[in-house]
């Protein structure tokens, strides 16, 4: 298998040990013909997603045109009716067969799932009831199968995320100095309680955005306005008063703006785009 793209070319040779793979984690076998540019735009599309799924899903390839009687071995007897054709199997079996070109969204509606790990199902399921509002059930959810998974860390952490998100900061406090230093994920919830202690005594939102509008230069009202955002998940916004701050004022708080600004770029991650624009406006300013 080529490491690098997740993917195998099929041959008479290796055709069972690429079917007993699928028993161990999906295989989505592509059958098509190299000559035909529709098989080709569909085999790199393919080769895309494999791709994503970094070493969860194995693509299989097999032209069709190269090794004639296998691929109509393999389209007669997984019902196959037009190229290029797409079995996805998994656990020894064709879970679906798609014939013809298929977009993306209809392939990944079918892999999501099968290459999702327990914790991963867990964790859509929890985000799906927190975009509802229903911060309250998908914590019942989790504390659930934390039942029978009690050292499960990147479950726990999701509980502390989800705690400070219900206001209850004492017990995601409790749980954050359980849980191991390196856990994973636990950055963030860190970082959050940390922006949870600074805003325990200051006024709610809809004060401080009050106090801005009588007054754009009330730096202490735009600074607290600031944690209280990103506490909302609004890091843009936030970044946007704490930057206007440093515009203004670099004195204030002993340059408190620019520096909590980095702590913000720490809780978002060196991958995110929003930590990386402003990293980028703020390093511009500074120079």
């Given at each position: 298998m080529n490491e690098q793209s997740f993917s195998v070319d099929v041959t008479e040779a290796n055709i069972q040990e690429v079917l007993q793979q699928s028993?161990?984690?999906?295989?989505?076998?592509?059958?098509?013909?190299?000559?035909?540019?529709?098989?080709?735009?569909?085999?790199?599309?393919?080769?895309?997603?494999?791709?994503?799924?970094?070493?969860?899903?194995?693509?299989?390839?097999?032209?069709?045109?190269?090794?004639?009687?296998?691929?109509?071995?393999?389209?007669?007897?997984?019902?196959?009716?037009?190229?290029?054709?797409?079995?996805?199997?998994?656990?020894?079996?064709?879970?679906?067969?798609?014939?013809?070109?298929?977009?993306?969204?209809?392939?990944?509606?079918?892999?999501?799932?099968?290459?999702?790990?327990?914790?991963?199902?867990?964790?859509?399921?929890?985000?799906?009831?927190?975009?509802?509002?229903?911060?309250?059930?998908?914590?019942?959810?989790?504390?659930?199968?934390?039942?029978?998974?009690?050292?499960n860390h990147a479950l726990q952490v999701l509980q502390v995320n989800l705690l400070l998100e219900l206001g209850r900061i004492e017990e995601g406090r409790q749980l954050i100095n359980a849980l191991p230093a390196d856990a994973e994920g636990?950055?963030?919830?860190?970082?959050?309680?940390?922006?949870?202690?600074?805003?325990?005594?200051?006024?709610?939102?809809q004060e401080l955005e009050a106090r801005l509008a009588d007054n754009d230069n009330d730096h202490e009202a735009r600074y607290q306005l600031a944690i209280r955002l990103v506490i909302a998940d609004e890091s843009e916004e936030a970044l946007e008063q704490l930057l206007i701050i440093v515009r203004r004022d670099r004195e204030f708080r002993e340059d408190g703006a620019r520096l909590l600004m980095l702590t913000v770029f720490e809780q978002l991650g060196q991958a995110s785009p929003i930590a990386r624009r402003y990293r980028g406006k703020l390093f511009g300013m500074m120079n």
């Open positions: 028993v161990e984690q999906p295989v989505l076998l592509y059958i098509g013909m190299q000559s035909d540019p529709g098989c080709a735009q569909q085999l790199t599309l393919l080769e895309s997603i494999t791709a994503s799924y970094q070493g969860k899903l194995t693509l299989a390839r097999l032209d069709a045109e190269a090794d004639q009687m296998l691929a109509r071995q393999l389209i007669n007897q997984l019902q196959v009716s037009a190229l290029p054709g797409q079995v996805v199997l998994h656990e020894g079996r064709p879970v679906e067969v798609f014939s013809g070109p298929q977009s993306e969204e209809t392939l990944r509606a079918v892999l999501d799932p099968l290459t999702m790990s327990p914790a991963d199902m867990v964790r859509q399921q929890v985000e799906t009831l927190m975009a509802e509002g229903q911060a309250a059930e998908a914590l019942g959810l989790l504390q659930n199968i934390l039942k029978d998974e009690p050292d636990i950055a963030q919830p860190k970082a959050k309680l940390s922006f949870y202690e600074m805003v325990a005594d200051a006024p709610a939102r």
